[in-house]
DNA sequence: GGCAATTTGACAACGATTCTCACTCGCAGT
DNA sequence: ACTGCGAGTGAGAATCGTTGTCAAATTGCC
């Protein structure tokens, strides 16, 4: 469930998004290192950078924070091979993996076709708010 | 005790991939539970499904035969949305799934676009035996 | 039949993530 | 600036999926 109810905040009436969200220093600091580290990175990296960084900051809030920016589409959330979750600074393209069954080497790929159909697809079966993944896997030149 | 008895030593040289491989019961049980239900599936459901079955089977062995027939490329892994590994029999037709995030409807669906634009990306970086997974997640009309 | 390597299974160990809860801090009103 | 309250934080417990351990059971092959 990914439940955004919060209870009847009184305080309506003022900034649009940020409703009840404060700009902690633990909460600029974990946006900070994330936009500083470029890629994907898990939550106890994040945690790492910012204990070496001497901006302590708690694992738990770490995580909570991480998932709160993911939630509001700020940054971007996947599963690493190990099933950890890792995050990056969004914008960059929604895109898939290729990747090599016997090394593991992974390319990037991009297929705006593929975003259309899905999307297609779904419509089609008047499913909303659509969303999808997609894997290839392959034996790489290297590994042949 | 050590070199008097010599092991099959190149017995038939035929079974390549089962190298001291037994066809236990378990085993059998797990593909087959595997094959019976369609679709991904955690370690954890197989483990259940065969106790349902009255077939019982360790969970850890679940685990060990799941990963070795992933490694063996008998069957797919991914990862789902929570992290966990899923698994399915390989080699079944071609169709994805359209699955409703709310009830878990699911619609089956193909895409021949998609096998093309796969395929002719990792041709293009050099893969080869390519496969895929594509699972297309959404809200369905009547849980809009 | 009988032995040794492979497998199994119950349970401990693990690592990532979430939950709990007492304490702190930012924000708005006074 | 002072104060109250709820959002936010952090340390550690609790979960949960997965892997490691090791004695006992099973299997293949002589």
Redesign the pocket.
């Known amino acids: 469930m990914t439940s955004t109810d919060?209870?009847?905040?009184?305080?309506a009436g003022?900034g649009a998004e940020l409703s009840?969200?404060?700009?902690?220093?633990?909460?600029l600091a974990?946006a900070d290192a994330l936009s500083d580290a470029d890629g994907f990175h898990?939550?106890?990296e994040i945690h790492e950078l910012l204990g070496r960084r001497g901006e302590?900051?708690?694992?738990?809030?770490?995580?909570?924070?991480?998932?709160?920016l993911a939630d509001a589409g700020e940054i971007d959330m996947m599963?690493?091979e190990?099933?950890?979750?890792?995050y990056r600074r969004c914008s960059m393209t929604h895109h898939h993996h290729l990747v090599c069954r016997s090394c593991g080497r992974t390319v990037e790929v991009e297929g705006p076709a593929v975003e259309r159909w899905t999307t297609a697809i779904a419509d089609e079966h008047g499913y909303a708010e659509v969303s999808h993944t997609l894997e290839i896997f392959g034996t790489c030149p290297d590994c042949r």
Chains 1, 2 share one sequence.
């Open positions: 919060r209870p009847p905040a009184g305080t003022k009840g969200v404060r700009p902690t220093r633990q909460r974990v898990s939550a106890q302590s900051v708690g694992l738990a809030t770490v995580y909570r924070t991480l998932q709160r599963r690493s190990d099933g950890e979750a890792i």
